[in-house]
């Protein structure tokens, strides 16, 4: 395909066009696959989580005798010391998977627990409401199924007064909210997502990061895309609530904002977006404009070199970001609503850097972003050529393949703009670079650099010369024999030798 | 990658809120709200008392709700009577979860719609149906009627000097009401005591206990 357009005298353009639809592809074939890399590692990690309970945990396990006698005593002690024991010894017991099991085998046992959350004794609700969050951690739906007498009144609860009972709540929610889905179709029409729209007022820190937490469990479902997120499901619709709006207010920068809040509305943003359900509904929010300062912000305490789990807001914020540039509103709505600050090339860079430093994994999501940014913008190009950021580019080749495929893409991006541009690309380091890449075994880098060497020949012929003078067809030789390559190295052979 | 690290980092979170907080102790102390004998020594602990019993308590009948939206509900239906005059007519006992705007013509058709729609428990603590003093049925039953509309938490000793007058209110307009409604209301209350498969003695021992 490619050859064949190499040999027909055809405008450039078509090929620009081309090359643009493939990197579409390429993007949201890798954003799938990200996606559900995502379902895999949280599986993993919530098998790890009992391990982490278990250790460090003094009681023992309680049989059903003793269940029972806590609960007994919990119900009808004479002394509410007593009754708040009862409550606390059930409650270590609780930690053990088979004092669990015991519990929700017994008969009335629930009924029982629900009707001193329901009490007129405040530090006995508080009692029952931890022992209910024990229960919640547990990894077995039928226990969480076992919750479902509860969650009317968690609910309620969230409209109360109490910031650290309304916070242990949204945990519990939170967590009853991932095991499973029986309980999230008793939750929704029970209205959590008002009360969750209400809760988000709060002024308490706490209880905002709380809410973020269940709320991005509950984005997290299955089924979110669907019945969750959408406007259609009009009484338990996210995007009909009024939560993105308050979700957006967290994620401004400025002197109130808090980062264990942030980063929680962070994740929760983007998992809307992943849904892809109404992208444009959110940039007309602001969310854009929002993100870009914020991601300037990120930038400026990096550089004060404040590290306080910045990475933490880092990823969500440039996934955000990297996936709402790619929806066709941000092209097709007036220059308001796009991105235009340039200043955010340069605190891509400075972020880059830093994850360069200390955390080298996060470098492909900040590349995500870079590519995004310059795939359709012939400005975040130039801002890229103007700040003299290509060789910085280059020095992230040796990191990983994945990282050079992504830096490769990015000044295939560069380059497919034209002339000019490609004038700006070479001479330079950049040849090198591409005669070093070519070494490498990894097909997709490979791949890469013929893709990035057939547009510098295209628009800069001159540069042929040089290629040729440094034994770079011995360089296209070595992948000759490689089947997905193969095309492309004949071509890159033939237009090096004519030229 | 990202999502490892988010990962870890909530299973830290849910580590710390597990692990119940230990509470700064201070020199044990009294709720100061009049009437209330609770004693603490620790301030969160009060922190929540003092929210859960006298935050969102009705004025009239002391009664303590565990939010103000049911706070306002409580005081609508229980004790302004205009709003009785105005159910008469049309539908006013509005659903009690927050977002939900449908109205009903009474507290059992709300009750049904709670059932029925929201998947709420047939005997949720916080909608009981209000049910008028009659002078006959003596204090026995009234104490189990007075398991209505969130009246779950009360707090430790109602104070004898509960007004008088707005109970008396209630009572002569329980008086003045058409014969019909207070009939209706009884039977509100009988059903919901039989959804629950009791009759009064076991309802009243059920609730005895659990205090």
Partial sequence: MWSRRQGRLRPTVCAVEELRRRRREQEAALRKARREQQLVSKRLLREDAPEEAGEGCVAAILGEAEVQQFLRQAQRGAEEKEREGALISLRRGLQHPETQQTFIQLEGSMRTLVGLLTSNQALLQLEAARCLHELSHSEQSTIAEACLPATSYLLTYLSGHSSDFIELCLYTLGNLIVESEAVRRQLLPQGIVPALAACIQSPHVAVLEALGYALSQLLQAKEAPEKIIPLASASSSILASTLPQHMLQMLQPGPKLNPGVAVEFAWCLHYIICSQVSNPLLIGHGALSTLGLLLLDLAGAVQRTEDAGLELLACPVLRCLSNLLTEAAVETVGGQMQLRDERVVAALFILLQFFFQKQPSLLPEGLWLLNNLTANSPSFCTSLLSLDLIEPLLQLLPVSNVVSVMVLTVLCNVAEKGPAYCQRLWPGPLLPALLHTLAFSDTEVVGQSLELLHLLFLYQPEAVQVFLQQSGLQALERHQEEAQLQDRVCALRQTALQG | DGDVQRHLYLQDVLMQVADAPEKPRVPAFACQVAGCCQVFDALDDYEHHYHTL??????????????????????????????????????????????????????????????????????????????????????????????????????????????????????????????????????????????????????????????
């Fill in chain 2, 54 to 211: 006298h935050g969102n308590v009705c004025s009239f009948c002391k009664r303590a709700f565990p939010s103000g939206h049911l706070l306002d509900a409580h005081i609508l239906e229980w004790h302004d009577s205009l709003f009785q005059i105005l159910s008469e007519r049309q539908d006013m006992y509005q659903c009690l979860v927050e977002g939900c705007t449908e109205k009903f013509k009474t507290s059992r058709d709300r009750k049904d719609h709670l059932v029925r729609m929201h998947l709420y428990p047939v005997d949720f603590r916080f909608d009981k149906p209000k049910k008028s003093r009659s002078p006959t049925s003596a204090e026995v039953p009234g104490d189990s009627e007075e398991r209505s509309e969130g009246e779950a938490m009360e707090i430790c000793s109602e104070p004898v000097a509960a007004s008088p007058a707005p109970a008396g209110e209630r009572r002569t307009y329980s008086h003045r009401s058409v014969s019909k409604l207070f009939l209706k209301h009884v039977l509100n209350v009988c059903s919901v005591l039989r959804i629950l498969g009791c009759t009064w003695a076991a309802a009243l021992l059920i609730l005895n206990s659990e205090r």
